[in-house]
């Protein structure tokens, strides 16, 4: 074994990780489209109860703590299905070194940080994971031909709506919880509904996304084993990126 190979950290596979984090994102979409269902009747409402000094505050009650149940729902099953994603990019991120790609613009510590950091959590995901499909390839085994590889458009399209989602909640909690006109409100809802929307979507793409690299990365491993050698000379900070 030469020293290039022998700094190279070992491939573990996450065919395991992929079959929970399919679960997850199938409980996160169902919990979504649930909540789409509960928005539009939530709007249904503002406008039966339009004109109607007050409405009905036992509808309004009932509406209000189905909608706190969907909520808090959909916030368990993010909170869960971020901690299986997170350490499942992170694994992967670790094999595209394993597997000899050399050269990344973002270390590992970015598939954490990368959606901690202010103002960076809107664009580095997404150039993180964008960097793992194209290393991951498995029609390249040269340690630097990985930069040419495409990236396809679902990941884009999975952090567009990802990233839709955050922003039309916010919107959403802000007109509702700040306006006093029922007008306003509605729009709200309206918001909240298409965020919902974006979240479902999002849940489904991103499984896609999630199965497609860790199938690359067992290919480009059968087709090229494990830290093929490469003509380049050795640089020590490959072993650490």
Not at 28 to 43: K, L, M, P
Not at 150 to 177: K, N
Not at 229 to 235: K, M
Request: net charge positive.
């Amino acid at each position: 074994m030469n020293e290039h190979e022998s700094l190279l950290p070992p491939f573990v596979p996450t065919r395991r990780s992929v079959k929970v984090l399919g679960l997850l994102f199938m409980v996160s979409a169902g919990i979504s489209w649930v909540a789409v269902g509960y928005d539009i009747s939530e709007i249904r409402l503002d406008i039966a109860q339009a004109g109607q000094l007050g409405g009905d505050p036992a509808m309004r009650l009932a509406y209000d703590t189905a909608g706190s149940i969907v909520w808090t729902a959909q916030l368990i099953a993010l909170a869960i299905t971020a901690t299986a994603f997170l350490t499942w990019l992170h694994r992967v991120r670790v094999n595209v070194r394993a597997l000899g790609a050399r050269r990344l613009a973002y270390r590992r510590e970015w598939t954490i940080l990368g959606f901690l950091v202010p103002v960076l959590n809107l664009f580095r995901p997404y150039q993180v994971i964008r960097e793992i499909w194209q290393a991951s390839d498995p029609s390249t085994g040269d340690p630097m031909a990985w930069k040419v590889v495409a990236a396809p458009r679902r990941i884009a399209l999975w952090w567009g709506l990802f990233v839709a989602y955050f922003a039309l909640e916010a919107l959403a909690a802000t007109m509702i919880g700040t306006s006093v006109s029922a007008q306003v409100i509605r729009l709200g809802h309206g918001a909240g509904m298409l965020a919902d929307l974006c979240a479902a979507l999002s849940a489904s793409v991103a499984y896609f996304v999630v199965v497609w690299i860790t199938e690359a990365q067992e290919a480009k491993r059968r087709a090229f084993g494990r830290g093929r050698p490469s003509d380049l000379p050795f640089d020590p900070r490959d072993a650490i990126a």
